[in-house]
């Protein structure tokens, strides 16, 4: 017997029947007992799209509630998917962290819980906690291929790509690139996590499911590009894993990488920036890629932030001030 075993059942329980055909829109519903509703509930919504026992893909959005693109790919999905057009199953969940969701802020009001931080979860912990266990125990196992959408959120902003991770099965590392080059964003990143603990992703790696991730924007919105690429992007996953029926709708993309922490680089002052490179530009080591103003008075020399390693800029700090220890840059390799 495996720890997992354990641990009492979920608390959460569903609204829809995942083994029935057809399409369900409902909730997983999470008793939240609080001040304005003594025996409330959390209503998570999910839709199932069903056609009979080929593959399943689980399709998550809002995991950090700041971030849109999945969101509105996966609403519009769960809205116009009809399930004759399907082989198997797709599990939708537009915004994971619903009540993070709500609030339009990238971790939960409840319990301040970062979804991405949160995992495997546990049933008898916070909120957050109770909704990453739901997803572990009761929906992965479910789950061939997974799908999680992630944007900049109001702090960061990226180049738009697809991504999966450098594991140690290599054969299931292929089937993750494999799925990002389907998923056909500008651009695909081969990714090594270097902070893996309490991840989704490490969660979903370690059951041996094909995962893909995606970083497309960011700044707290989306635009009508990244929502485009978001909406091919889930279409082409469906369509590459034989969910759906028809071609690979296949664009060009540019292979990246960030092969070390020496990608990133983090302000050691407050302060106002002057960004000196936009996204996608091609930057040097040693090059000046923004400086950092003390703005309490005139006169004083900015702070100067320099790239560790030669490559483009994917991903840069969105608001125009900075608190010393924010993530002001990062320069990935292109192949
Ligand atoms: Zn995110």
Not at 140 to 148: F, Q, T
Request: hydrophobic share 40%.
């Amino acid at each position: 017997m495996t720890s997992a075993n354990l641990l009492p059942p979920s608390p959460i329980t569903p609204t829809v029947d995942f083994d029935k055909d057809g399409v369900q829109h409902g909730f997983l519903r999470l008793p939240h007992s609080r001040d304005d509703s003594a025996w409330g509930s959390v209503m998570i919504p999910i839709a199932v799209i069903r056609n009979g026992d080929g593959p399943t893909a689980l399709l998550t959005g809002g995991n950090h509630g700041d971030e849109y693109e999945g969101p509105v790919a996966l609403f519009d999905l769960a809205r116009t998917l009809d399930s004759k057009d399907v082989n198997g199953t797709v599990i939708i969940v537009p915004a994971m962290n619903y009540p993070a969701f709500r609030a339009g802020t990238r971790t939960s009001p409840i319990d301040k819980g970062n979804m991405n931080r949160s995992f495997p979860g546990r049933p008898d912990g916070t909120v957050t906690q109770k909704i990453a266990d739901y997803f572990t125990r009761e929906l992965l196992p479910r789950a061939d291929v997974v799908l999680d959408f992630h944007s900049g959120g109001k702090t960061l902003d990226f180049l738009p790509f697809a991504a999966a991770h450098i594991l140690a099965d290599k054969a299931q590392e292929a089937r993750g690139f494999d799925a990002v080059k389907a998923f056909s964003a500008p651009w695909s990143m081969r990714m090594l996590e270097i902070d893996a603990v309490g991840m989704y992703d490490t969660t979903v790696e370690e059951l041996g499911k094909t995962f893909v991730t995606t970083e497309l924007g960011g700044g707290g919105s989306a635009s009508a590009e990244t929502i485009r690429i978001a909406k091919r992007g889930v279409s082409n996953f469906l369509r590459h894993t034989g969910i759906l029926h028809g071609k690979v709708e296949q664009h060009e993309t540019r292979w990246i990488d960030m092969p070390s922490g020496e990608c990133f680089s983090f302000a050691e002052d407050a302060g106002m920036i002057e960004t000196m490179v936009d996204l996608g530009d091609p930057v040097e080591a040693g090059q000046i890629i923004a400086r950092i103003y003390p703005v309490g008075r005139t006169g004083t020399a900015p702070a100067e932030i320099k790239a560790k390693l030669s490559g483009i800029l994917a991903a840069r700090h969105f608001p125009g001030l900075v608190n010393a220890g924010d993530c002001v840059a990062v320069v990935a390799v292109p192949e």
